[in-house]
């Protein structure tokens, strides 16, 4: 006998109760079933309330035998499943009961960092929504008991994010509001506890690596696409802080990161408890020149690791045969001064959208290659 095909609501909260129930709350039958069934024009549109109404009936099933850490995974996929349903729809899609219910989730789990930076999420949502109620909604409730976030700084959070241009789908996504808000020092103060890192939302990462392709725009605006997208990568490390536009007397420096972490990890060990970060958005690979003036902002600062973000990656790097150019000039600086600069360029971010890859994952494979395998080129 074939399945009957579900056409009602009903019909599949009954289904994803029983599915949960027989699998002994396994959650590929149920995200099987939302990704069938929710979209524009599918049985569940993609809008807060009707996603909301289908969640909490595959939470109570979950929660009711203990399932925190697969309720997280199924709250944070069907997120990312309303993201990508935006380009679908051609509309921005009210996100926040979503996100808060990630953050919630996470609280119970005790991933305080992840449960701050989704309840700030839902804040951005409700701020997006409602101009007049969102300090007063849920999440703000939470960002002031629970994190103790102050009414000033959640009512200046809110009227940068009202203030936003709408004029492309950066606004589809609070992650890219939270960099904003991040970079002018808005945003809560990272929570020091926590290893765990943020998930990438993998329809945001390629909706900011396509704009930086884009032609016709003035050379300070391809900088600017290029370091939100660095900006937004880093902050999903764990308790990372970013701070944007630092002067000196003497140079710029594009972003500077804070590891604020209390936990010791490997990736702490690797990046420092603070480095920098230089941002080229250049249709050409980056010179020996450039990568020796960012060494010496690196020196300076006594930073023993930075990252170079460049599209187009370093002079030599993919070269057959030996090392030369810029890439053996990384290797002199590492094995000679102690001077890690891990870069960063386009086929990388694709990387991380077609294996689903960390961008912690990233970085280290990156130190690791620096330190051990491109050895192996030289004679």
């Given at each position: 006998?074939?399945?009957?095909?579900?056409?009602?609501l009903?019909e599949?909260?009954?289904?994803i109760?029983?599915?949960?129930?027989?699998g002994?709350?396994d959650?590929e039958?149920v995200i099987?079933l939302l990704e069938?069934?929710?979209?524009?024009?599918?049985?569940?549109?993609?809008?807060d309330?009707?996603?909301?109404?289908?969640?909490?009936?595959?939470?109570a099933?979950?929660?009711?035998?203990?399932?925190?850490?697969?309720?997280?995974?199924?709250?944070?996929w069907?997120?990312?499943?309303?993201?990508?349903q935006?380009?679908e729809?051609?509309?921005?899609?009210?996100?926040?009961s979503?996100?808060?219910?990630?953050?919630i989730?996470?609280?119970?789990?005790?991933?305080?960092?992840?449960?701050?930076?989704y309840v700030v999420?839902?804040f951005?949502?409700?701020?997006?929504?409602?101009?007049?109620?969102?300090?007063?909604?849920?999440a703000a409730?939470?960002?002031?008991?629970t994190?103790g976030?102050?009414?000033?700084?959640?009512?200046?959070?809110a009227?940068e994010?009202r203030?936003?241009?709408?004029?492309d789908?950066l606004?589809?996504y609070p992650?890219?509001?939270?960099?904003q808000?991040?970079?002018?020092d808005?945003?809560?103060?990272?929570l020091?506890?926590?290893?765990?890192?943020?998930p990438?939302?993998p329809?945001?990462?390629?909706?900011?690596?396509?704009?930086?392709?884009?032609?016709?725009?003035?050379a300070?605006?391809?900088?600017?696409?290029?370091?939100r997208?660095?900006?937004?990568l880093l902050r999903?490390?764990?308790?990372?802080?970013?701070?944007s536009?630092?002067?000196?007397a003497?140079?710029?420096i594009?972003?500077?990161?804070?590891?604020?972490?209390s936990y010791?990890s490997?990736l702490l060990?690797?990046?420092?408890?603070?480095?920098?970060?230089?941002?080229?958005?250049?249709?050409?690979?980056?010179?020996v020149?450039?990568?020796?003036h960012?060494?010496?902002?690196?020196?300076?600062?006594?930073?023993s690791c930075?990252?170079?973000?460049?599209?187009?990656?370093?002079?030599?790097?993919?070269?057959a045969g030996?090392?030369?150019?810029?890439?053996?000039?990384?290797l002199?600086?590492?094995?000679?001064?102690?001077?890690?600069?891990?870069?960063?360029?386009?086929?990388d971010?694709?990387t991380l959208?077609?294996?689903?890859?960390s961008f912690?994952?990233?970085l280290l494979?990156?130190y690791?290659?620096?330190?051990f395998?491109?050895m192996?080129?030289?004679?």
């Amino acid at each position: 006998m074939g399945v009957c095909p579900i056409e009602s609501l009903e019909e599949l909260h009954a289904e994803i109760t029983s599915r949960l129930e027989s699998g002994q709350g396994d959650i590929e039958g149920v995200i099987a079933l939302l990704e069938e069934h929710v979209g524009p024009g599918r049985l569940v549109l993609p809008s807060d309330t009707e996603t909301w109404r289908t969640l909490k009936v595959a939470l109570a099933g979950l929660f009711q035998h203990g399932l925190l850490q697969q309720a997280l995974t199924l709250t944070t996929w069907l997120y990312h499943h309303v993201c990508s349903q935006q380009e679908e729809s051609g509309e921005r899609l009210h996100k926040g009961s979503v996100t808060y219910q990630a953050g919630i989730v996470s609280l119970q789990l005790r991933q305080p960092h992840e449960a701050l930076w989704y309840v700030v999420l839902a804040f951005i949502e409700d701020a997006l929504s409602d101009n007049d109620t969102a300090l007063e909604m849920p999440a703000a409730r939470t960002l002031r008991t629970t994190f103790g976030v102050a009414s000033s700084r959640l009512a200046a959070m809110a009227a940068e994010v009202r203030a936003t241009p709408r004029d492309d789908r950066l606004w589809y996504y609070p992650e890219a509001l939270a960099i904003q808000l991040e970079c002018k020092d808005l945003l809560p103060m990272p929570l020091a506890i926590g290893t765990s890192e943020i998930p990438l939302n993998p329809d945001l990462v390629a909706y900011l690596a396509e704009r930086l392709e884009e032609g016709g725009i003035a050379a300070r605006e391809k900088g600017d696409r290029l370091e939100r997208l660095a900006a937004y990568l880093l902050r999903t490390l764990p308790g990372t802080h970013v701070v944007s536009k630092s002067r000196t007397a003497d140079h710029e420096i594009d972003l500077i990161i804070t590891q604020r972490t209390s936990y010791s990890s490997y990736l702490l060990d690797v990046l420092g408890r603070a480095f920098i970060v230089e941002c080229k958005n250049w249709d050409t690979p980056v010179g020996v020149e450039a990568l020796n003036h960012f060494v010496s902002k690196m020196r300076f600062h006594r930073c023993s690791c930075g990252i170079l973000f460049a599209r187009r990656g370093i002079s030599g790097e993919g070269a057959a045969g030996d090392l030369r150019f810029a890439q053996l000039t990384q290797l002199r600086w590492f094995h000679q001064d102690g001077c890690a600069v891990l870069t960063v360029n386009g086929d990388d971010i694709r990387t991380l959208l077609e294996h689903s890859t960390s961008f912690g994952e990233l970085l280290l494979d990156k130190y690791e290659t620096l330190r051990f395998r491109l050895m192996n080129a030289v004679d």
